[in-house]
């Protein structure tokens, strides 16, 4: 791999229009679906297929990735196809007329022809395009930007916010919108960017609106890249992927429904063989298909910062979790109980308290505010429990969020505490919902107890919610649900339990504000997006205040 040389600085560009431009030039160069497993493929020795993507930005360098196609038989998941040579090009210019970093990655089946370049020697907060060649085939154009330098004085962060994927639910239009905004600095995505059933089996009411690759249940490494293979042939998703650079971590559905370190519910190992083989293949794939680097111990924790205005600690909150309580298997609130692992949670304790940014940012795969689902009448009772993966009877708390961990949130919320730690932002998904929410230390006493930090759950891209569970028009039933959860949880300022989107995080010195969008219905490709609903906290203050109007 040919060093990079370091351009220049360059003037920070109109954001909106060179990332719409990117975006444009991702979908007029990528190739429709049918020619990823046509015979369309046989027609060029070597294509790109799949998009590409750049991630996790650092103040000298920009992860790059790809999937080349080599030939008609080098599907996804085939182990077939020749190992193949792509050069990669960074320019300070669409054009590629200032080529300022350039090499050579030779990719093989062993890889499933994905290809990767860990581009340093950059300069801090400066855009770059990119492509990939081999032979004569030209991937399609992307643009990214590295983050500022560590002591940079940065006025603005804004963030685009998602989770929940379901291919077969419904269309990723939240992507589309995302991509079009170009004023992004990042896409934070928090989970469950595919989902491993079997076709037809979750979240479709009977209804496939486009039927999953491969049909079955993904268990072996062919399988899991085969999925994560038709992910990556939507054109909304590679028109984000291209427009701005991506910061992702997993939660379950990346391995199997309410995952554990030692299993999960959507595993049997009589079935479906050996847990620690099928989470190794599911980790390979990922981190084959994700524009991630690996960090400690082949997982997605990891700390990201954007000069002195904010970090980001990116949490890994199934590799090294106890069994969920309820399953036989102990009480919510043992000591012997974790779920972030011991090493994960000092490491989360010591960069926290180490921070000398004025926000602290944790992506955070479930819920850690505290949620008692009380006096819910039956008929919601138990289309919540389905929607959170939990028996219908008796459901007080879902123990698949930090509800099932007590001591390690109250360790670390005491930990905030103790060392006087402000301006803690958790960002969350999960649970295809949206809510806005202070973290008490101790709920029930809450407001008097005071708050720890604040929580922005973003609700799912496609996944079912409430009303397509019980199959009634948005904001009806649920409104009951809500209503008897915020009486139940005086922190939890607001939730919708209904629509599907996205969030844009927007961050200053002052206030960290997510504005929270819906789409007009997740069956049709050209769904349109609207705002619904602001919600910021104030430097200094650990509370959530509504707003609005988004921020233009």
């Not at 930005?57 to 599907?75: F, K, S």
């Not at 080529?99 to 020697?121: L, S, Y």
């Not at 932002?425 to 202070?438: E, K, M, N, P």
Request: charged share 20%.
């Amino acid at each position: 791999m040919t060093e990079p040389t370091a351009p220049a600085p360059t003037a920070r560009p109109a954001r909106r229009q060179v990332i719409q431009a990117a975006a444009l030039t991702a979908g007029a160069l990528a190739l429709p679906l049918a020619a990823a497993h046509g015979s369309a493929a046989a027609a060029e020795p070597a294509q790109f297929l799949h998009g590409v993507a750049s991630g996790d930005p650092l103040p000298d360098g920009i992860l790059l990735w790809t999937r080349v196609t080599p030939g008609a038989a080098a599907v996804p998941g085939s182990g077939l196809g020749p190992d193949t040579a792509v050069q990669w090009q960074l320019a300070t210019d669409r054009a590629f007329t200032a080529v300022v970093a350039t090499g050579t990655v030779t990719t093989t089946a062993a890889t499933d022809h994905t290809v990767k370049a860990d581009v340093r020697g950059l300069r801090p907060d400066t855009a770059y395009w990119y492509r990939f060649l081999a032979g004569s085939a030209v991937s399609p154009v992307g643009r990214t930007r590295t983050a500022p330098a560590t002591d940079a004085a940065v006025d603005r962060l804004r963030l685009g916010v998602a989770s929940c994927a379901n291919w077969e639910a419904g269309y990723f239009s939240a992507y589309r919108h995302l991509a079009a905004r170009g004023d992004l600095d990042v896409f934070l995505f928090l989970g469950d960017y595919i989902y491993e059933y079997a076709s037809g089996a979750y979240g479709t009411r009977g209804t496939v609106v486009r039927p999953h690759a491969p049909a079955n249940e993904i268990v072996t490494l062919a399988d899991y890249r085969t999925r994560h293979g038709r992910y990556k042939t939507d054109q909304d998703l590679q028109a984000l992927h291209a427009a701005v650079p991506t910061v992702a971590i997993w939660d379950d559905h990346e391995f199997a429904n309410d995952a554990w370190s030692g299993g999960a519910e959507n595993h049997t190992p009589g079935a479906e063989g050996d847990w620690s083989a099928r989470v190794a293949a599911a980790k390979q794939a990922y981190f084959e298909w994700m524009p991630v680097r690996p960090s400690i111990a082949g997982t997605t924790y990891r700390r990201l910062r954007y000069g002195r205005l904010a970090d980001l600690h990116l949490l890994d909150l199934r590799s090294f979790r106890s069994q969920q309580a309820g399953i036989g298997n102990g009480d919510v609130d043992s000591a012997d109980r974790t779920i972030t692992g011991r090493a994960q949670l000092d490491w989360l304790k010591a960069g926290l308290a180490a921070s000398d940014t004025t926000w602290r940012l944790v992506g955070n795969e479930v819920m850690i505010s505290p949620v008692a689902f009380l006096a819910l009448p039956d008929y919601l009772l138990r289309p919540l429990a389905q929607l959170l993966g939990l028996p219908g009877e008796g459901l007080a708390v879902n123990v698949d969020q930090w509800d099932g961990y007590t001591h390690d949130r109250r360790e670390l919320l005491g930990h905030l505490k103790d060392h006087h730690i402000t301006n803690t932002v958790f960002l969350t998904g999960d649970i295809h919902s949206a809510w806005a929410c202070d973290v008490p230390f101790e709920a029930a006493t809450y407001p008097a107890s005071g708050s720890a930090a604040t929580e922005f759950v973003v609700t799912s891209v496609s996944s079912d919610n409430i009303d397509d569970i019980l199959k009634v028009a948005p904001q009806t039933l649920s409104l009951v649900a809500v209503a008897a959860i915020q009486a139940a949880n005086r922190h939890v300022k607001w939730t919708d339990l209904d629509s599907h989107g996205y969030g844009v995080l927007d961050i200053t010195a002052e206030r960290a504000q997510m504005d929270y969008y819906v789409l007009s219905d997740r069956t049709r490709p050209d769904a349109t997006a609207k705002w619904t609903r602001s919600y910021r906290t104030r430097s200094g203050t650990q509370q959530i205040e509504r707003v609005n109007a988004p921020v233009n």
